[in-house]
T-cell receptor, first 113, second 115 residues
Framework: AQTVTQSQPEMSVQEAETVTLSCTYDTSESDYYLFWYKQPPSRQMILVIRQEAYKQQNATENRFSVNFQKAAKSFSLKISDSQLGDAAMYFC??????????FGAGTRLAVHP | SQTIHQWPATLVQPVGSPLSLECTVE??????LYWYRQAAGRGLQLLFY??????ISSEVPQNLSASRPQDRQFILSSKKLLLSDSGFYLCAWSALLDRGHYEQYFGPGTRLTVT
């Protein structure tokens, strides 16, 4: 069965610094997508970045980038130049078709001025 | 562009009362639609998803039901609420990426408190 694990319940970072959030997953599939979602205090889930398993190149969206290690089944999110508005819950999610996403338990990120 | 609406934003209901939460999507046709529940400080639990009008798949046996009366409308209901139904309910729609893969976009959510 597919599972997604986020082993860091909470993380903190100083404003303008860089932080990395970890995610590991378990699957026997070779064709899948991975996502990071952000949930700010408003609680609306916002798609931050996606990674296609077939692509070796790590995805990047402005200050957000991923480190995708397919063999290790690892998918970490790096936030550069952290801003106060980055404070939120971050969820890693896995999709392998069949209309379903599997979410990790989330990591709460605090950003300190 | 596509937008997704949910209402009400917050709801306080007594145990045993009925429930109806509504989700509508604009700017797309025949979307896949989803209902999730999130308990406080927890991850998301998929409750129902729908690939078309009248087509509902249930993921978790529970006190809730879903219906899709129109192409872009998805409704979550209960005949009698339980205390355990309290939580944050999120509706989502999905956009096709490729090879049968989808990414999901979420609505603003409904905070339900059962008293």
């Amino acid at each position: 069965a597919q599972t997604v694990t986020q082993s860091q319940p909470e993380m903190s970072v100083q404003e303008a610094e860089t932080v990395t959030l970890s995610c590991t997953y378990d699957t026997s599939e070779s064709d899948y997508y991975l996502f990071w979602y952000k949930q700010p205090p408003s609680r609306q889930m916002i798609l931050v970045i996606r990674q296609e398993a077939y692509k070796q190149q790590n995805a990047t969206e402005n200050r957000f980038s991923v480190n995708f290690q397919k063999a290790a089944k690892s998918f970490s999110l790096k936030i550069s130049d952290s801003q106060l508005g980055d404070a939120a819950m971050y969820f890693c999610a896995y999709e392998w078709g069949y209309n379903k996403l599997i979410f990790g338990a989330g990591t709460r990120l605090a950003v300190h001025p | 562009s596509q937008t997704i609406h949910q209402w009400p934003a917050t709801l306080v209901q007594p145990v045993g009362s009925p429930l109806s939460l509504e989700c509508t999507v604009e700017g797309t046709s025949n979307p896949n639609l989803y209902w999730y529940r999130q308990a406080a400080g927890r991850g998301l639990q998929l409750l129902f998803y729908s690939v078309g009008i009248g087509q509902i798949s249930s993921e978790v046996p529970q006190n809730l039901s879903a219906s899709r009366p129109q192409d872009r409308q998805f409704i979550l209901s209960s005949k009698k609420l339980l205390l355990s139904d309290s939580g944050f309910y999120l509706c989502a729609w999905s956009a096709l990426l490729d090879r049968g893969h989808y990414e999901q976009y979420f609505g603003p959510g409904t905070r339900l408190t059962v008293t």
